[in-house]
């Protein structure tokens, strides 16, 4: 039996199945590319809640596997070597994932390479001005009189959204025929933009057919239907 009591982590969320795959997140866009990338893979995993109501993510004990205090991460009791490993930032654990299990990103090098492109341009992209759209739209930053820093965030969704709406010309995915990785990290947020964050008419949503027909195929995905909802909010 695995021995997970040396990472501080399970003494907050006590692993029962200490052979599985251990999940620390919430069904955010971020979180739910793990939870997705889990149940697609079939890989074993035992999902635990990081509530934002009560900080957990500020704990010590949260914060001795991710100092950056954000979800998701992952243990897994069985890495590289046999070995524990111990993972924060969902791009990172997504190719981890993939490498482990040999799904999900191309074996081709280049196209290997061309998939990681793609997975980057959502990390240093898509999930920061989204984001930052999100706040000026939906949250603290709505009431703020000045537009300019939400305008400026629209403008470059926008053409985030154009560019992505090219790439999917004649592809049912980013990488063409396979589903990969890069749409497991690029579609929760799109559909978290158009969803929760209620922007849609603000970027002019429907000028992006192809990405509004991705996404469509995306979201009916069985495993990301199952992933969406978790971890379960309590
Ligand atoms: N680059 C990180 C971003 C993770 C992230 O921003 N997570 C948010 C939820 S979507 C979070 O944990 N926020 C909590 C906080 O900032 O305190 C990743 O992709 O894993």
Not at 114 to 129: A, H, K, N, S
Not at 151 to 170: C, H, I, Q, T
Request: hydrophobic residues 40%; aromatic residues 12%.
């Amino acid at each position: 039996m695995t021995d997970l009591s040396s990472f501080p982590i399970t003494k907050k969320w006590p692993a029962l199945h200490p052979d599985r795959l251990q999940l620390y997140s919430l069904p955010t866009p971020n979180g739910v590319k793990v939870s997705i990338m889990l149940e697609e893979t079939g890989l074993p995993y035992e999902p635990h809640l990081v509530s934002f109501e009560t900080h957990d993510q500020m704990s010590p004990e949260f914060l001795s596997l991710n100092p950056n205090n954000k979800i998701p991460a992952i243990l897994d009791p069985d890495g590289p070597g046999g070995k524990p490993l111990a993972l924060f930032e969902s791009g990172a654990i997504l190719l981890y994932l993939a490498d482990k299990t040999g799904q999900l990103i191309p074996k081709d090098v280049a196209s290997r390479y061309e998939t990681i492109q793609w997975l980057m341009f959502q990390m240093g992209g898509i999930g920061p001005m989204f984001g930052q759209l999100g706040f000026f739209n939906k949250f603290a930053g709505k009431d703020y009189e000045d537009k300019r820093p939400r305008d400026r965030y629209v403008a470059e969704s926008k053409r985030l959204l154009g560019v992505l709406d090219k790439r999917l010309e004649g592809r049912n995915w980013v990488m063409g025929d396979s589903y990969t990785i890069a749409d497991i990290a690029i579609f929760p947020w799109v559909r978290n933009l158009v969803g929760f964050y209620e922007a849609g008419e603000l970027v002019g949503f429907g000028d992006f057919a192809n990405v509004a027909r991705t996404l469509a195929a995306f979201v009916a995905r069985p495993a990301v239907v199952r992933g969406l909802g978790i971890p379960k909010r309590g």
